[in-house]
């Protein structure tokens, strides 16, 4: 069967094992084996995000868990810093907005990181600042920002730090308490590779303290004093107040044992080959990289247009010439850029190599003389 190969941000191609899984058998979210492969997932992603802090796990997307951490310390009125580089830090803006804070927030040029002095600068001139939220991996221009450089400043002036993580973690080293998140979240389907529909968010005891100290009402789902309450008082049962996607924690359960099982390095260093070998594939097409390898993520490649290639054509005929799906750039980028995915199956060698064949078709199509195959030139290390 031949069928369209995702090379885009997320969702992302999945291993076989992981959509077998979704194909399990009905089961409650709640009694005995529900609690055991609930509490095994949660110790795998500690591990995975080298944390001590609890792990909910909760049905829904990353916005969501994203908008129940930042609501669940706020009260209307307070001020968040949210540095802006691009359009996922627009939209944690405007959770913070629909939920009536002030916003502080520092603008950095698209396609470039956020630096420590900008925060720096930030959290000086507004001490009465209660929290910090930051995205890791801004996948609209595929920067990382350097969290290093932000979180531990943040917690050191007194601040909570909450971080998306939602397209980062499990495709690179993100360690949670070193880097004093009290807030990570991400979701199941980047780069854990499962389908969409849970997202988690690890919370540290100092994030649990603001939650129980915050006064104004937050709703019931989004507000996580309800998720404490159920683990807490209903942990050994009925772990999460609703009900949850049951097959889908068995395929995350299933992923992580399979990332864990193979180790996260050669995972974290499959993705950094695929980019790699994308990257330098590109340049021999003649497209220059958008983002500056010191801060370009190794999970998504986004590159500009050479002379005469628009980049809706380019992203059409992928899809249509060559099975192939990548991802167009968002909002005032649109046009400018086109961006790669490396996570899930697209870390693997066929789907790199349709890739750049795909984009040596397209040229050839449109008259340029190309060797086949030229664009090959660093598949080292890509995984089979
Ligand atoms: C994909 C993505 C989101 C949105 O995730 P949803 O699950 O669609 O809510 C948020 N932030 C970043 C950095 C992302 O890449």
């Excluded at 995972?267 to 080959?273: H, L």
């Excluded at 999970?299 to 500009?304: G, H, I, K, M, Q």
């Amino acid at each position: 069967m031949s069928r369209t190969k995702l090379l885009i941000p997320g969702p992302v191609d999945i291993g076989e094992e992981v959509r077998l899984a979704m194909a399990s058998p009905s089961r409650p979210h709640y009694g005995r084996e529900w609690i055991q492969l609930y509490t095994e997932t949660q110790e795998m992603l500690k591990r995975l995000f080298r944390t001590q802090n609890d792990i909910l796990i909760m049905a829904g997307p990353g916005t969501m868990a994203l908008e129940a951490s930042i609501a669940s310390v706020t009260e209307p009125g307070e001020t968040i810093i949210i540095p802006n580089n691009g359009f996922f830090a627009k939209r944690l803006i405007t959770v913070a907005e629909g939920l009536q804070l002030k916003i502080v927030s520092p603008l950095v040029e698209e396609g470039k990181p956020i630096t420590g002095e900008v925060v720096r600068e930030a959290i000086e001139a507004h001490p009465e600042a209660k929290a910090l939220a930051v995205v890791h991996h801004e996948t609209s221009t595929t920067v990382l920002n350097p969290l290093e450089e932000i979180t531990p400043q943040a917690k050191k002036a007194g601040l909570l730090t909450i971080v998306d993580a939602v397209s980062s973690m499990g495709g690179l080293d993100l360690a949670v308490d070193d880097l004093g998140i009290d807030f990570c979240v991400t979701v199941a389907n980047k780069a854990l590779e499962v389908p969409p529909a849970l997202a988690i968010v690890s919370v540290s005891e100092e994030g649990w303290e603001a939650v129980r100290a915050r006064k104004a009402p937050r709703g019931w789902y989004l507000d996580l004093k309800t998720w404490r309450w159920y683990a807490e008082h209903w942990g050994n049962w009925h772990p999460t107040p609703v009900t949850m996607p049951t097959s889908n924690l068995v395929a995350l359960h299933t992923s992580l044992m399979q990332l864990l099982d193979e180790g996260v390095e050669k995972r974290y260093a499959a993705y950094a080959a695929a980019a790699r070998a994308v990257r330098a594939g590109l340049q021999v097409l003649g497209f220059p990289l958008f983002v500056e390898e010191a801060c370009a993520s190794p999970l998504t490649t986004a590159f500009l247009m050479r002379p005469g290639v628009e980049a809706d054509r380019l992203q059409h005929e992928l899809r249509t010439q060559s099975g192939v799906m990548i991802s167009g750039g968002i909002a005032d980028l649109h046009g400018k850029i086109l961006r790669v995915g490396h996570i899930g199956l697209a870390r693997k060698r066929d789907y790199v190599v349709a890739f750049l064949l795909g984009v040596e078709d397209f040229l050839r199509r449109h008259g340029e003389a190309i060797p086949h195959g030229a664009s090959l030139v660093a598949l080292d290390g890509v995984e089979r």
